[in-house]
Structure formats: structure tokens, C-alpha cells
């Protein structure tokens, strides 16, 4: 009976202490994963008409009025469910697909950033786009928190009408 109640306890506690917490974070990390998902969708829309190239190509048919470098710069970080899961597979190694969707998010936002700058100047097209990404901080033990940012930039282009 003793042995019973001993187990009744610890199951008790992980679930008050380990579990609970765990799925709070899940369920409050999710939410806001969707709503700026939704956010970046939309946004996405919005400016899809705007190019953007990694070549350094100009239109030669047309006369260059205005020319400007153009970032977009975000930095993400997971929640703690998804750092608790991706120390986990750490352990055993392989894909940590957890820190996929945050990375998705960063590099997503950031070329919107950039649009948006672009867009503001009246820009025809953004040549010469490139991307750099960093993890952000450490824990303790040398361990990524799950911080990423990422930079976009490029070249910004109004032609004249």
C-alpha cells in the first residue's frame, strides 16, 4: 500500500511539476505561432507582387532613379516545450524538427521586413537579396536556447516611369 501511494505521489508531481508547465507552454507557444503565422500569410499576400533576386542583374532597358539598401532583421525564440523536446531528441541525436517551424518564422518575417522597406521607398524589385542567420545565446552547459535571428538584405530599386 505504502508502494502505492509513493507512486501516486510522483505521478502527482511530475504531472503538477513537469507535465503541467510543459503542455502550458506548448498550448501558449502554439498559440502564438499561429496568430503570426496567420500574420505573415497575409502579409505575405500583401507584398507578393514585389520580386526580389539574388542576382545582381539590372534592367538595362531602364533608367535607374533610385537605388537603396534595404533589411529586414528579426530574432525568434522557441518556447519552452519545444527547447524541452529538442534537448530530448539532443540526446539521441537526429533531426530536431521542433526548432523547424521558429526558423521558418524568422526567415519568413525577415524578407517581409525587408519588402516592407522596399515598398515604403516605391521600389520596383530588390536585387541582390541575400540572407544571414545566427542562434542567439547559450544556456549554462554551451546548449543553443533556441534563439534564432535572421537578416535580410538587399538592394532596392525604383526605376523611372
Known sequence: MDNLLELAITVFFFILFTAGPLYFWY???????NKHFASIKEREARFNN???SPSDTLDESKHVEALMLVTGQVVIGSDPFKRYIASLVNLVGGRISVFEAPLDRARREAI???KEKAAKMQADEVINF???TMSVGSSKGGEPMGIVEVVAYGTAIRYSK
Open 50 to 52: 514585389l520580386p526580389f
Open 27 to 33: 498550448r501558449v507557444g502554439k498559440h502564438y505561432e
Open 112 to 114: 517581409l521586413r525587408m
Open 130 to 132: 541575400r540572407m544571414d
